[in-house]
Protein backbone atom coordinates (compact mmCIF):
# COMPACT_ATOMS: atom_id res chain seq x y z
CA UNK A 1 0.00 0.00 0.00
CA UNK A 2 1.07 3.23 -1.26
CA UNK A 3 0.04 6.85 0.54
CA UNK A 4 0.59 9.65 -1.42
CA UNK A 5 -0.66 13.20 0.18
CA UNK A 6 -0.19 16.23 -1.61
CA UNK A 7 0.19 19.98 -0.08
CA UNK A 8 0.91 23.32 -1.75
CA UNK A 9 -2.23 24.67 -3.35
CA UNK A 10 -3.69 27.69 -2.57
CA UNK A 11 -5.21 30.69 -4.13
CA UNK A 12 -2.96 32.46 -6.24
CA UNK A 13 -2.95 35.44 -9.00
CA UNK A 14 -2.42 35.09 -12.79
CA UNK A 15 1.54 35.16 -13.34
CA UNK A 16 2.53 33.62 -9.76
CA UNK A 17 3.93 30.77 -9.19
CA UNK A 18 3.41 27.71 -7.25
CA UNK A 19 5.44 24.96 -5.82
CA UNK A 20 2.95 21.72 -5.49
CA UNK A 21 4.70 18.58 -3.18
CA UNK A 22 3.78 14.88 -2.39
CA UNK A 23 4.97 13.06 0.39
CA UNK A 24 4.86 8.97 -0.40
CA UNK A 25 5.39 6.34 1.70
CA UNK A 26 6.64 2.86 0.51
CA UNK A 27 9.63 1.27 1.03
CA UNK A 28 11.06 1.43 -2.81
CA UNK A 29 9.69 4.86 -3.62
CA UNK A 30 12.76 5.78 -6.20
CA UNK A 31 11.42 2.70 -8.61
CA UNK A 32 7.74 4.13 -8.35
CA UNK A 33 7.18 6.67 -11.50
CA UNK A 34 5.53 9.52 -10.00
CA UNK A 35 2.81 12.25 -11.77
CA UNK A 36 0.73 15.28 -11.13
CA UNK A 37 -2.64 15.03 -12.63
CA UNK A 38 -5.57 17.47 -11.95
CA UNK A 39 -8.93 17.78 -12.89
CA UNK A 40 -10.44 21.26 -13.56
CA UNK A 41 -14.37 21.58 -13.21
CA UNK A 42 -16.25 20.36 -15.61
CA UNK A 43 -13.24 18.33 -17.01
CA UNK A 44 -11.85 15.27 -17.14
CA UNK A 45 -8.60 14.39 -15.06
CA UNK A 46 -5.57 15.18 -17.29
CA UNK A 47 -1.76 14.20 -17.07
CA UNK A 48 0.01 16.90 -16.14
CA UNK A 49 3.88 15.63 -15.36
CA UNK A 50 5.53 12.07 -14.66
CA UNK A 51 8.90 11.51 -13.67
CA UNK A 52 10.79 8.81 -13.52
CA UNK A 53 14.50 8.14 -11.56
CA UNK A 54 16.67 5.96 -14.25
CA UNK A 55 19.95 5.92 -11.69
CA UNK A 56 22.19 7.98 -10.24
CA UNK A 57 21.81 11.71 -11.02
CA UNK A 58 19.78 10.95 -14.04
CA UNK A 59 16.15 11.36 -14.54
CA UNK A 60 13.06 10.77 -17.30
CA UNK A 61 10.54 13.72 -16.96
CA UNK A 62 7.31 14.28 -19.20
CA UNK A 63 5.04 17.02 -19.53
CA UNK A 64 1.41 18.04 -21.26
CA UNK A 65 1.64 20.28 -23.80
CA UNK A 66 -0.12 22.90 -21.53
CA UNK A 67 2.41 23.01 -19.05
CA UNK A 68 5.38 22.63 -21.05
CA UNK A 69 7.90 25.40 -20.52
CA UNK A 70 6.00 26.37 -17.67
CA UNK A 71 6.46 22.96 -15.42
CA UNK A 72 9.17 21.81 -13.88
CA UNK A 73 8.65 18.47 -12.13
CA UNK A 74 11.26 16.79 -9.51
CA UNK A 75 11.93 14.27 -7.10
CA UNK A 76 13.84 13.69 -3.89
CA UNK A 77 14.19 10.35 -3.07
CA UNK A 78 16.29 10.28 0.09
CA UNK A 79 12.68 12.24 1.24
CA UNK A 80 10.16 10.25 -0.87
CA UNK A 81 8.91 13.33 -2.30
CA UNK A 82 7.82 14.55 -5.47
CA UNK A 83 7.76 18.37 -6.48
CA UNK A 84 5.37 20.06 -9.31
CA UNK A 85 6.95 24.08 -9.85
CA UNK A 86 4.47 25.47 -11.94
CA UNK A 87 4.97 29.20 -13.12
CA UNK A 88 2.88 31.39 -14.76
CA UNK A 89 -0.11 30.35 -13.72
CA UNK A 90 -3.15 31.43 -15.69
CA UNK A 91 -6.69 30.97 -15.08
CA UNK A 92 -6.81 27.86 -16.93
CA UNK A 93 -4.23 25.70 -14.27
CA UNK A 94 -7.32 26.22 -11.63
CA UNK A 95 -7.68 22.66 -10.82
CA UNK A 96 -7.33 20.22 -7.98
CA UNK A 97 -3.84 18.66 -8.60
CA UNK A 98 -3.44 15.35 -7.90
CA UNK A 99 -0.35 13.30 -7.30
CA UNK A 100 0.09 9.55 -8.38
CA UNK A 101 2.11 6.40 -8.73
CA UNK A 102 3.22 3.53 -10.71
CA UNK A 103 4.08 1.24 -8.79
CA UNK A 104 4.27 -2.37 -10.74
CA UNK A 105 7.28 -2.14 -12.60
CA UNK A 106 6.71 -1.92 -16.52
CA UNK A 107 2.95 -1.08 -15.70
CA UNK A 108 1.40 1.76 -17.52
CA UNK A 109 -1.49 2.19 -14.68
CA UNK A 110 -1.21 4.84 -12.23
CA UNK A 111 -2.25 2.39 -9.44
CA UNK A 112 -1.89 5.13 -6.22
CA UNK A 113 -3.84 8.16 -6.14
CA UNK A 114 -3.62 11.47 -3.35
CA UNK A 115 -7.07 13.08 -2.34
CA UNK A 116 -5.76 16.21 -4.04
CA UNK A 117 -5.04 19.85 -3.95
CA UNK A 118 -7.01 22.91 -4.97
CA UNK A 119 -5.09 25.26 -7.21
CA UNK A 120 -7.05 28.13 -8.07
CA UNK A 121 -5.75 30.77 -10.45
CA UNK A 122 -7.17 34.31 -10.25
CA UNK A 123 -7.43 36.74 -13.19
Known amino acids: QVQLVESGGGLVQAGDSLRLSCAASGRTFSNYKMGWFRQAPGKEREFVAG???????????DYADSVKGRATISRDNAKNTVLLQMNRLTSEDTAVYYC?????????????WGQGTQVTVSS
Open 51 to 61: IRWLGANSYHA
Open 100 to 112: AAQVIPGSQTWEY
